[in-house]
């Protein structure tokens, strides 16, 4: 018996795979797909994801892949009313990465195909789940071609038409809106000058155009609403440039890649169901304004990984997978309803709209700040234990900050002590008192001492360090634990 079965090699899928085998566990991926996708769909990697991804190796790649401008051109109709050039954010000790990063999802799934290849593991492309069975003991997964795989979990990232969502028969709760369609391409357009960045256009009887340069290639990414009667091929598109824009001297050309997608705004209740749990698009959809849908799939991977690891090693009661379902579903809830206003807030009602020069553009620059700092917290998570009144700037539950530090003489950032299946204890001026293979664990002194030195006093202000002062930050980067001593360490891994 293996110890899980991925079904599904996007983002999603590729994340876990990747962090289940670096954990060593025995894994192995499917997708039905005789070959990797080439659309670009998910196109934005937000910050926290970037910090996920660090830990996984592949950070440094996704930078020099993609672009971390967010340039922005938008035109109510033919009329261009701004730019909107907000200049990429300079690192702070806090937060090693500061930026969205425009990437296609082709390249995004290339790049963790590849570490994933690192680590020994492959995606087997061309293998379709057909049925599966669960017990107490595992699930037994029947492949197109015959083959049954026995694993002792089964992890849905199949997408959002999820068999294994479909045969757990799990509502989908939510609405499609049939007639609000759009097409979205990957191909190339003569006319647009690259270094404008995104152009948008909406027109006035409501009807949208984005066109946006993928990185380091000659081609565009073509997001256009349809209209009723529209085909959803390279016409479509042709006939969009013409109308929406105004332009006659846009021309497309040799599509890559086209999809048509229609207005969903779904999600399960249950993330688990025994052996079995959903990750990504199986678990929930909605549309791809706020850029959410890459970046919650991988979290929700990342958030999954070492809880299933510590459960398959022994370390970890099967309990502790339940809290991945406490802990991502309210995220869901939030993201499918900011999906939505950021969906509705795109064209501007009629009445409003001789007003949209002077407001619209502080608007759009307010949600590209807000993106940046998109970072889901835990705060009432099940894992969370705020047990300090001493005031900081960070609680339990949330991202663990990044901080310049030096450890044995070697300058380093907290972020690289954090990489890895472990759990790490912080504790300010005292030793922990600590022997668990789980967790390491470091004294925080000031310079001159002996310790994980806060070479620039970050640390203590971030967490409010005094003498005793206790942070235990989870595998996946979060603050699991504060508390004004050591003492309760024990207890809080004991719990699970």
């Not at 293998?127 to 089964?154: I, K, M, N, P, S």
């Not at 530090?405 to 005292?430: N, Y």
């Not at 002194?445 to 967490?463: N, W």
């Amino acid at each position: 018996m293996m110890d899980v079965l991925i079904v599904g090699a996007g983002p999603t899928g590729l994340t876990l795979a990747c962090d289940l085998t670096r954990r060593g566990v025995d894994c192995r991926i499917i997708e039905q797909a005789a070959t990797p996708a080439a659309g670009s769909r998910g196109f934005t990697l937000k910050p926290r994801t970037l910090e996920a991804l660090d830990d996984l190796g592949v950070a440094d790649r996704i930078l020099a892949a993609g672009d971390t401008r967010g340039w922005l051109r938008f035109h109510l109709g033919a009329d261009h009313l701004f730019d909107l050039r907000l200049p990429p954010a300079s690192a702070d000790p806090s937060r090693p990465y500061p930026n969205t990063v425009a990437l296609p999802q082709w390249r995004t799934e290339s790049i963790l195909r590849d570490r994933l290849a690192e680590l020994g593991g492959k995606v087997e492309f061309g293998r379709r789940l057909t049925a599966f069975d669960a017990d107490d003991a595992g699930v037994t997964a029947t492949l197109e071609d015959g083959e049954r795989v026995r694993a002792r979990y089964l992890v849905a990232a199949d997408g959002g038409r999820s068999l294994v969502r479909h045969t757990l028969g799990l509502p989908f709760s939510g609405s499609t809106t049939e007639d609000m369609r759009a097409l979205i391409a990957d191909l190339r357009i003569e006319g647009l000058d690259r270094a404008d960045g995104t152009h948008l256009w909406v027109t006035a009887d409501g009807h949208m155009l984005a066109a946006r340069p993928i990185p380091h290639a000659d081609t565009w990414q073509v997001v256009t609403s349809l209209e009723p009667g529209d085909e959803g091929d390279l016409d479509t598109v042709r006939h969009a440039l013409t109308t929406r824009t105004g332009r006659a001297d846009l021309q497309a050309s040799d599509p890559a890649w086209l999809s048509t997608w229609r207005y969903n705004l779904r999600m399960v209740e249950r993330y688990r169901v025994g052996r079995v749990l959903l990750a990504g698009d199986a678990a929930h959809v909605h549309s791809p304004f706020g850029g959410h849908g890459m970046n919650t799939g991988i979290q929700d991977a990342y958030n999954l990984g070492w809880k299933l690891a510590l459960v398959i090693q022994g370390a970890a009661r099967a309990e502790l997978l339940d809290t991945y379902e406490a802990e991502r579903l309210p995220v869901a809830r939030e993201i499918l309803a900011d999906s939505d206003r950021r969906m509705k807030g795109v064209v501007p009602p009629r009445v409003v709209r001789p007003l949209v020069r002077l407001i619209l553009k502080s608007v759009m620059a307010r949600q590209q700040r807000r993106t940046r700092n998109d970072h889901p917290v835990y705060r009432t998570g099940p894992l969370t234990r705020h047990l300090t009144g001493r005031r900081s700037r960070i609680r339990a539950g949330d991202v663990a900050p990044d901080a310049p530090v030096m450890l044995d003489g070697r300058e380093h950032r907290l972020s690289e002590l954090l990489r890895g299946p472990h759990f790490t204890a912080l504790t300010f001026g005292v030793a922990p008192g600590l022997a668990d293979p789980r967790v390491r664990a470091h004294t925080v002194v000031h310079p001159g001492r002996a310790g994980l030195v806060d070479t620039t006093g970050h640390l203590h202000r971030m967490y409010g360090g005094r003498t005793g002062t206790t942070v235990l930050i989870r595998p996946d980067g979060y603050i699991g634990l504060m508390a004004d001593t050591p003492d309760v360490l024990p207890g809080y891994l004991k719990q699970f």
